[in-house]
């Protein structure tokens, strides 16, 4: 499949999206017609990103002033402390608005380097080059940037697009099964919640995304951004539609912060968990049919996937959740906000779906038996 280009422009902003092997020399010439006065640029790469690209990145930028932060990426890390660090790097280096700051790793980076350009001289050119499949297919995209607190994940933030998205699949090869698994998790959420034909090929060549296969993780890379892309141009503050992103984020949140962020459990296979269980709460609210709770989860069954929610159908294991639930950020009283799934395309409304901590705790045993 050729390299592909997705073009997104509403009210407040527009940027492309470009997908593909081997896409990254593409960088200085988009520099230069969406950054012309740029003259100085930080590179916060991920200390994972392997040796030759960050090689790579040096020299097909060798015509600019490179300030390089390496950057220890993790959920812990994704915080305040991180932020005041990098302001002083571009502080002490007279960066200004003109000039430009590129985030290359995982969600983690760019969601901290993006809050960062958000807040730098309110505003800094930003430009997102995401290395992970989960980045690519949904961090990266939608411009949703933050860091982590003791009360929970993402809960301080802001809404800053970046200039540009650079999804290079070379980047790809060097993840492990687990990382792709990580991916994949966002890619079958956007699929359930939007796009039947695209659940019905993923039934079909999921195994091959898992082996990453390169035509088959461009093609689904680019229907995920173009779903999600969707959402954000409908709803770019997430007041509304946009919550359906977050169908099985609500459990999938709790799991991330009852075990503090441990990379035993990675944010894709919390997902993969919370999808299974908010599913499961959409067939026992009678809103969804049972028949598409088995579709989904055979493709779990296909592919070696179940490891990621059979131990959390215990009732205690899911009682032990409800209290993390409480910080999620779609709440906006006392009670907990649940996207549910009506059908392979549709969920529930936001705010139609709200339970009390008593009624959740009532609910968890015939979640564990259903």
Known sequence: MKNQEIKFKNNVSKYSILIGSNVLPALPKRIKILCPKTKKIALIIDKNVPRKFKDNLKKILKNFQIIFFIYHASEKKKSFNDVNKLLKKLLSKNFNRSDLIIGVGGGITGDLTG???????????????????????????????????????????????????????NFLNSLSKKEIVCGYAEILKHAIIKDPNFFNWLEKNTKEILLKKPDKLTYAIKKSCQIKLYFVNKD??????????????????????????????????????????????????????????????????????????????????????????????????????????????????????????????NLSKFIAQF
Do not use: W
């Not at 989960?134 to 809960?155: E, F």
């Not at 799991?255 to 499961?280: D, F, P, T």
């Open 115 to 169: 809050f960062v350009a958000s807040i730098f001289k309110r505003g800094i050119n930003f430009i997102n080059i995401p290395t992970t499949l989960l980045a690519q297919v949904d961090s990266a995209i939608g411009g949703k940037t933050g860091v982590n607190t003791s009360h929970g994940k993402n809960l301080v933030g802001s809404f800053y697009q970046p200039r540009l998205v650079l999804s290079d699949t």
């Open 236 to 361: 770019v503050n997430e007041r509304g539609i946009r919550m359906a992103l977050n169908f099985g984020h609500t459990f999938a949140h709790a799991i991330e912060v009852k075990n503090n962020y441990s990379k035993k459990i990675s944010h894709g296979e919390a997902v993969l968990g919370g999808m299974i269980l908010e599913s499961k709460m959409s067939v026992l609210q009678k809103v969804c049919n049972i028949k598409i709770l088995n579709r989904i989860e055979s493709v779990y069954k296909k592919n070696n996937l179940t490891y990621t929610y059979k131990k959390l159908l215990n009732a205690n294991k899911i009682k032990s959740l409800i209290p993390f639930l409480k910080n999620d950020k779609k709440n906006n009283d006392e009670k907990i906000n649940f996207v549910l799934l009506k059908d392979l395309g549709k969920t529930t409304k936001p705010n139609n779906f709200k339970f009390s901590i008593k009624n959740l705790n």
